[in-house]
């Protein structure tokens, strides 16, 4: 398994609020959403569209392809609708004081 990686300060993302950061040679979309923190492959499963130039509901905790409009579930990575019919990879975050962390799943 991988380790975790430093990518942002917990200042530089509002709640709600998301940051595209890189995580090796991975895209990685960060979430902060109702006080929580997401990393999600920044992959739509449909055809590649970037998760996060899209719109985040921290309320029902989804976030929307921007390109064709597949919801995605920011805690799993599930796909919620349709055109995009599997998941997207989720990671872990660990925050340390201010400094967040994410470490990827293997895939
Ligand atoms: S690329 Fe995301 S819905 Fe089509």
């Known amino acids: 398994m991988s380790d975790f990686v430093l990518v942002a300060k917990t200042s530089e993302i509002p709640d709600p609020g998301q940051l595209l950061v890189e ?3 991975r895209l990685v979309v960060l979430i902060h959403a109702a006080g929580h923190w997401y990393a999600l492959d920044d992959i739509c499963t449909h055809d590649g569209g970037p998760l996060s130039e899209g719109p985040l509901d921290a309320q029902s905790g989804t976030i929307v392809c921007p390109r064709h409009g597949a919801k995605f579930d920011i805690r799993t990575g599930a796909a919620l609708t349709m055109p995009a019919t599997k998941p997207t990879m989720a990671h872990e975050v660990k925050i340390d004081g201010d400094q967040i962390f ?6």
């Open 23 to 25: 995580v090796g040679e």
């Open 102 to 107: 994410v470490r990827l799943r293997d895939g």
